[in-house]
């Protein structure tokens, strides 16, 4: 089965985002999570969309991934290191499929 969901989030923060994955920033957290925001299906499962901060702030810049968990806080899959905070995160699970799109809206 496929189960789809959208992110919105506010330009704002959003812009932010997509400007620390795209150019290294001194000011992230070594190893830290700079946005962590999740996303519940109709079947319980639900998945965190993550900007993680890198190794080496200032030299290398942020990722994206999206993490499927079950109801009960087991991690199901997760996506490839994205290099995009916008967009779509895809996590499969045995036959089930999810997705969820993050969309910046032009205001906020």
Not at 2 to 16: A, F, I, W
Not at 38 to 44: A, D, H, K, M
Not at 85 to 108: L, R
Request: aromatic share 8%; hydrophobic share 30%.
């Amino acid at each position: 089965m496929k189960y789809t969901s959208e992110l919105v989030v506010g330009k704002t923060l959003g812009d932010e985002m997509e400007k620390i994955v795209q150019e290294p920033i001194a000011d992230v957290k070594k190893d830290g999570i700079e946005f962590d925001e999740e996303v519940l299906f109709s079947n319980g499962n639900r998945m965190a969309i993550q900007v993680c901060g890198p190794g080496d702030p200032g030299s290398e810049s942020c990722w994206t991934q999206g993490v499927l968990f079950s109801p009960e806080g087991n991690e199901l899959g997760c996506t490839d290191v994205g290099e995009s905070f916008e967009g779509e995160y895809h996590v499969c699970d045995s036959d089930d499929e999810y997705i969820v799109e993050v969309i910046i809206t032009p205001t906020g």
